[in-house]
């Protein structure tokens, strides 16, 4: 299922999700103008590489913990290929402007990057030895999804749907199209549990762990940055609180 938009309006411009949408799309530029051995270097500078991050916590001398901690917001730039910053900066398009709404530009900003730090730390936990880079905006945009189920469950969903041959449109509930996405990535990644680790890169892998980590922690830090400090759009159905 691909989301194309949602039927709820902002009373802001979103500066903020237009500013990241943008600054991803820079960076991937600027990836795919460097030569494969540059980027693989790239990557492995400014991605989070577990195995890496997991020595400078245990003192490796060589390994720099503050080089490795700036990997955990620095990560959240990058992206292993053209669909995967498309899938992404499309997603946060749908979801992010009505986030940003309602805890403001600021908030919303530091919201987004905390989630994605604790989204790839969550994935760092379950794949503490691996070598692969992991990558990507999707932890911290798995964050905006997880409020924004939280403040607009009723809210329709104008959703891609493939039905066997034919491709049609839904309008769909966002805590059932977000609640699904949700329970797919957590059950993925228990399905992953016992698999190598192949989070970016060549390896064409997922984080799920960065997915439902990030949906967790943003339905958990969103009330705390201000979600609910507003009311909703005239128009919009939301939970009384």
Known sequence: MVPLRDENPVRVTPYVT?????????????????????????????????VQFSAALQGN?????LQEI????????????????????LYLWVFGNNVEDQMGHTRFLI??????????????????GSDVPSLGASGAIAGVMGAY?????????????????FITTFRIPAILFLG????????????????????????????YWAHAGGFVFGAVLG??????????????????V
């Open 18 to 50: 237009y500013g990241l949408i943008a600054l991803n799309i820079l960076i991937f530029l600027y990836e795919i103008s460097l030569p494969g051995p540059v980027l693989e270097g790239f990557f492995r500078t400014w991605a989070v590489v577990p």
């Open 61 to 65: 001398p060589q390994i720099s913990l």
């Open 70 to 89: 700036t990997t955990l917001f620095s990560s959240q730039f990058l992206h292993a290929g053209l669909l995967h910053v498309g899938g992404n900066m």
């Open 111 to 128: 919201f987004y990057l905390l989630c994605g730090a604790l989204a790839a730390l969550a994935q760092w936990y379950f794949s503490a």
């Open 149 to 165: 189920i939280l403040r607009f469950p009723q809210v329709r969903i104008l959703t891609l749907v493939p039905i066997f041959l």
């Open 180 to 207: 699904f996405w949700f329970v797919q990535q957590a059950l993925y990644g228990v399905a992953s549990l016992d698999a190598p680790s192949m989070v970016g890169m060549q390896g064409g892998g997922v984080a």
């Open 223 to 240: 009330p705390i940055f201000g979600l609910f400090s507003r009311p909703a759009a005239p128009g919009v159905n939301t939970p009384n």
